[in-house]
């Protein structure tokens, strides 16, 4: 995280700038005393309380007492029990939406960072337009939340599998058919409510979820892969999502595997890819059927798995030529394949990449299968906690749609840590 202090001491909107300091430390740390959070924003204790007594009438933060705090164990005293502050979940919501080629997921993230629910369903996207897979996400979003929750929603994310720029324009979404146009605003038109609404890249999504309030991850580079009927990187440096001068950095998928077919390493490992190879192998076409297979060593399965993974190590040794990354962390539903050809892959990739690169360690996100829903929550979260909120708007969500409709996600700024 930022330097605490530093926030809360700038000059320019003092007061919100100290309420946004208190909000990520309690964001950071799970509960404080007074004293505690007093001493993070480098606050006299008369200041800090009036930041205090602002952001509890506002209902985001509570009392508790120190015995009934799970992030305070073994701080039990004699006689009265301490005071903590701590943030209230379930004051307000951020909803995720990844909007795929095969299904559309959501998540449903609270104010402490934690996902209450995750949703997923099948979708045609190719075949229905961009209007109506909007319309079918917003649905999917808001049908399991009371309306009379609705007022609790501070933003929704949005990411899809496309070319999209730093402002969120996508040029092209060649998987989804989809061409020039703002998925963010189309999706603000749609909502039953008004609040701000940011789109982002699959893979740049992955990336900031996958690295969202883990403190470790905020050194070295990280390579962020998402495997779904299309292949996209996010790249992460030092807690900072690397965009590239036109938003395309990380855009792996269009590299070409080198075997003299002129395919795409997105054609060579994508969902597609494995379902047609399975199905000319007299396979079922289902990808959990292929997986079941491979882990059984089914011949057929065994040989495309095989495939699969000297093309995945191909296209990682490219990547890693130019990124040098410390981790490669995969999501999306194909990466469900890759424990069971971990061992290949790496055989593959000392193959392929001189001994003076380092092999970075590769590993699968534990929420691979939603993790660009997660992280579009995660850019609506980030940005409450911050001084771009809509909290400090005037007029609100109303004032601010128009500038966030169109914005992308990551902003180049590093990702407070969280006690999620």
Known sequence: MSDLASIASSPRRVRQSNEVAALRALLQFGSLSRAELARKLRLNRSSSGHIIAGLTADGLVREVAADASPERP??????????????????????????GVEHISVVELDLAAVAVSTSVEPLDGP??????????????????IPEERWHRCEGVG????????????????????WRELYPAEIVRQALPIRVPVLAE????AFAIGAGYGRPSSETGVTLFIVLES???????????????????????????????????????????????ACREG????????????VRDRVPSAVAIAESWARALAFGLAQTCRVVDPDRVVLGGSVAALYPLVAARVTAHMQEFQASTFPTPRITVNEDAASGAAFGAACMMHRRYFSL?????????????DEGSAGVGGGRDQPYPASAA
């Open 158 to 177: 949005v990411s899809v599998p496309a070319q999209m720029n730093r402002h969120g324009f996508v040029t092209v979404a060649p998987l989804l058919g």
């Open 201 to 204: 890249n699959d893979a740049n």
């Open 282 to 293: 007299g396979g079922s076409g289902r990808f959990g059927d292929f997986v079941a297979d």
């Open 388 to 400: 771009e909120s809509q909290r400090f708007a005037e007029g609100g969500a109303d004032e601010d």
């Open 74 to 99: 073994g701080r039990l005293r004699a006689g009265r029990p301490g005071i903590l502050l701590q943030l209230v979940p379930e004051a307000s919501f951020f909803l995720g939406v990844e909007i």
């Open 230 to 276: 299309g292949v996209g990187g996010g790249i992460i440096v030092d807690g900072t999502l690397l965009r590239g001068a036109h938003g395309l950095a990380g855009e792996i998928g269009h590299l070409n595997i080198g075997d003299g077919s002129w395919r795409s390493l997105e054609q060579a490992i994508g969902l597609e890819a494995i379902v047609r």
């Open 127 to 144: 075949s229905i337009g961009v209007e109506a897979a909007v319309e079918r996400a917003v649905r999917q979003a808001f049908q399991a």
